[in-house]
């Protein structure tokens, strides 16, 4: 992903999107898998793995613990366990083990402005400042560029927060999943990449 001539052999791995089903209600679970791929990656409650073996066999679980996130292999055996930081931003995330994942909500949009005032109604209906500053926010372009300071850091797993009711399974798996592909991103003419000035926080969170 991203590869350049410049890139070390670290950089260049892909990231691995995971996508939250804790507290979610059997039934928003099946509009989540309904719309993704086989072989999606979900992080899910205990009491909700053998159900979602059954319903989807092929996908990727994950679970929560004291310990971080465990990644679970088919058999239900124990593959890994990683780091987790919970609504971070790269600058607050230093000397972290080798194998980490961060957690982030996601509010993904055609444009940026949409995007941006989207996040705002939700700030305005109560998302926890932690939650906003660390948000993914804008287009697929900008949000590729956002992950992609968590990869530089050596991070390259990523758990989508969005509840289900506002989740852009799609959109994630339609536009930016192939940017996550590709060597580069191209960027939106119109994306405002260094901040947003306007809005009750910033690109990277920096003021609220």
């Not at 989540?32 to 053998?50: F, K, N, R, W, Y």
């Not at 996908?59 to 890994?80: C, K, M, V």
């Not at 909500?105 to 939700?122: H, K, P, Q």
Request: net charge negative; aromatic share 6%; hydrophobic share 40%.
């Amino acid at each position: 992903m991203f590869i350049t001539s410049h890139d070390t052999p670290a950089i260049a791995r892909h990231l691995r999107l995971i996508w939250s089903c804790l507290d979610m209600s059997r039934e928003d679970m099946k509009s989540c898998l309904s719309q993704l791929p086989t072989g999606s990656s979900l992080l899910v409650a205990d009491e909700d793995i053998d159900w979602l073996r059954q319903q989807a066999p092929r996908h990727n679980l994950l679970r929560r613990t004291d310990a971080g996130i465990e990644r679970l292999r088919f058999d239900g055996s124990l593959a890994e366990t990683m780091a987790l930081y919970l609504h971070c931003l790269p600058s607050q995330i230093a000397d972290h083990p080798a194998r980490s994942v961060v957690a982030l909500d996601i509010v993904l949009r055609e444009n940026t402005e949409e995007a941006w005032e989207d996040a705002e109604t939700l700030i305005h209906e109560g998302l926890p400042t932690q939650i906003a500053a660390s948000a993914l926010i804008g287009t697929s372009q900008e949000i590729a560029q956002r992950l992609n300071d968590y990869r530089k850091l050596g991070i390259f797993d990523v758990i989508l927060m969005a509840p289900c009711a506002r989740a852009p399974y799609r959109a994630v798996c339609e536009t930016l999943m192939p940017l996550l592909r590709q060597q580069s991103i191209p960027l939106d003419g119109h994306a405002r990449i260094a901040g947003i000035s306007n809005g009750p926080f910033e690109w990277h969170g920096a003021a609220l």
